[in-house]
């Protein structure tokens, strides 16, 4: 049984056509790569398979983990209930900003625990202890009781996969979970990402604007471009140059230019420039 | 696994998606509107008739004349009066807005479907539209006069103005942390609870004490017709032309208004 299986998945907003004939499966513990520039359909595809938005109709069907959650362009009955299954990180951090970081980790559980229980906000000592523990694994354990809004980008993000933490899905979607981040930051949220998939074998899809980070951190890369799936295999395989022939000029945006900050440090040991000019006057 | 599917070049030309010209023409349309009515009803509000505000304005400071000595003779009786009326205010407005929580829920349009959304608003447009006023003569009757009226018609007029700005604070929220809770699998019901109440409760806070403001001021308008407080007091000494009682009471108004205004402003500041 396939953890994530499209067929024929397309989609258009007005006249722009967003998803074009998507059809792909990926395994269960699977590490996957979405890249493709923006605009390119990789939020649309995420959206669509966390039940988040529907396919225009045609034959088209999404299933994760066996069951499907649209078809034809309608959501199941049971979407409401497989959504817990399914975690989703998104790019602005999505925490309720009002409510403190320890609410926003607790609101991961309620599509496991009772609806009378969850309406009432009323979470158990052991789910409490839970919500701790999870941003605890995600070294941010001093900042349960602060609002969400205090925090800074990066802390958001980890107290919003802490939330998908408590929640236990099977399957993690991240949409550019890094992209409004620091390069530390961005690090730091990936290697966590990777943790979670290797210790808990939860299937991970990450939809990423660079393919640097492509290549370090997913075995498997799935290439989007206009809507269609222009490359589906190995990211090793994921050269600059074939990235070249497949976005044309577009490709810059996804190859970042070597990255300043590790060319940075060499150039203060240069003795040359400004220190001698300096000495001189 | 598959392989790279089909490696192409990418360099073919994108066509630009053409300009929406109708929503050009609809914003003009609007504008075009606006101007027309204004127009329209130039002739039918009398507004020619502005000039009188300067040629005439001797008549006005002669009549003000006679607010110019105030009497505070009775002040003690005007406070309780006022105090009255400030409780009536209270618990119209407190009800109101306990109220207009679920119908403000129900008349926004990112959570309820049209077919709840159209009927909860036509409720609340009849109840907004038709003036505290009309209300406290209907609740007279039931009732009999007095505060209990007053309450009664700020209740159900104020219900349907807090519904609407809650509905409309509702719709102006930011929809991607109740999506974040949808997609832990939380119900209908508690993607509001968490997603949406703590977004707008600064904001229906402030509305319900704006409203609180505004109906202390009402509530003395509806002592006219017998709804208790200080109104009720005021417009006895109006009609009997005793213009400096109402000029003492006047001023009594006019700083509690601005006490409870500058009140109200700190508790917004806490909320917020």
């Not at chain 1, 067929?7 to 792909?24: W, Y």
């Not at chain 2, 005007?78 to 407005?93: D, F, N, P, R, S």
């Not at chain 2, 109006?238 to 700083?255: H, K, T």
Request: aromatic fraction near 8%; charged fraction near 20%.
């Amino acid at each position: 049984m396939d953890a994530i299986s499209i067929r024929n998945l397309s989609k258009t907003f007005g006249k722009k056509v967003a998803l074009d004939n998507i059809s792909l499966d990926i395994k269960q513990g699977e590490m996957v790569a979405l890249i493709g520039a923006s605009g390119s359909g990789k939020s649309t595809l995420i959206r669509h398979i966390c039940g988040l938005e529907t396919a225009q109709s045609g034959h088209s069907t999404i299933e994760v983990l066996g069951n499907p959650i649209q078809r034809d362009g309608r959501l199941a009955s049971r979407a409401r209930e497989m959504r817990r299954n399914i975690g989703v990180i998104f790019q602005q951090f999505n925490l309720v900003s009002r409510l403190s970081v320890l609410s926003n980790v607790l609101l991961g559980n309620l599509g496991r625990i009772p609806l009378w229980r969850g309406t009432l906000g009323l979470f158990t000592a052991e789910e409490k202890r839970l919500a701790r523990e999870a941003l605890a694994r995600v070294g941010i354990p001093e900042v349960a009781w602060q609002r969400a809004s205090t925090l800074s980008g990066g802390q958001q993000q980890r107290a919003a996969i802490a939330r998908t933490l408590v929640q236990r899905s099977n399957i993690l979607i991240a949409d550019e979970p890094i992209a409004s981040l620091d390069p530390s930051s961005a690090r730091r949220i990936m290697e966590v990402l990777a943790t979670i998939n290797r210790d808990e074998k939860i299937t991970c899809i990450v939809s990423l604007h660079q393919v640097e980070y492509a290549r370090r951190y997913c075995p498997r890369t799935i290439a989007l471009r206009d809507g269609k799936v222009v490359f589906d295999g190995p990211s090793s395989a994921l050269t600059n140059q074939s990235l070249m022939e497949l976005y044309g000029a577009g490709s810059e945006e996804l190859i970042p230019d070597t990255a300043p900050a590790f060319v940075m440090p060499e150039r203060f040991h240069q003795p040359h420039d400004g220190i001698s000019i300096l000495a001189t006057a | 696994m598959s392989q790279i599917a089909n490696i192409t070049a990418a360099d073919k030309p994108r066509v630009e998606i053409a300009r929406d010209w109708t929503r050009s023409i609809w914003n003009a349309l609007v504008w075009a509107v606006l101007a027309i009515l204004l127009v329209w009803s130039w002739g039918p509000a009398e507004v020619s008739r502005w000039t009188f505000l300067f040629t005439d304005a001797g008549n006005m400071a002669q009549y003000a004349r006679g607010f110019s000595h105030p009497n505070f003779a009775e002040w003690r009786y005007y406070l309780e009066q006022m105090v009255v009326t400030i409780q009536i205010a209270l618990w119209g407005t407190f009800l109101a807005a306990a109220l207009a929580i679920p119908f403000g829920i129900l008349s926004a349009r990112n959570v309820a479907p049209w077919y709840i959304v159209q009927p909860v608003r036509r409720l609340m447009d009849a109840c907004r539209s038709i003036h505290e006023l009309v209300f406290a003569v209907l609740f007279v009757v039931a009732v009999g006069l007095g505060p209990f009226a007053g309450v009664m018609a700020l209740f159900v007029h104020t219900t349907g103005i807090l519904a609407k700005l809650f509905s409309e604070a509702i719709e102006a929220t930011d929809p991607r942390p109740v999506e974040a809770i949808r997609a832990t699998g939380a119900s209908r019901l508690q993607e509001v609870i968490f997603g949406i109440i703590p977004q707008v409760i600064p904001l229906w806070m402030s509305f319900a004490l704006y409203r609180f403001e505004s109906n202390v001021r009402a509530a003395t308008v509806l002592g006219v017709i017998g709804a208790g407080g200080i109104g009720q007091v005021l417009f006895e000494a109006i009609r009997g032309f005793y213009y400096s009682e109402a000029s003492a009471m006047l001023i009594i108004m006019l700083v509690t208004v601005s006490i409870l205004d500058l009140l109200s402003q700190q508790l917004r500041k806490v909320f917020m």
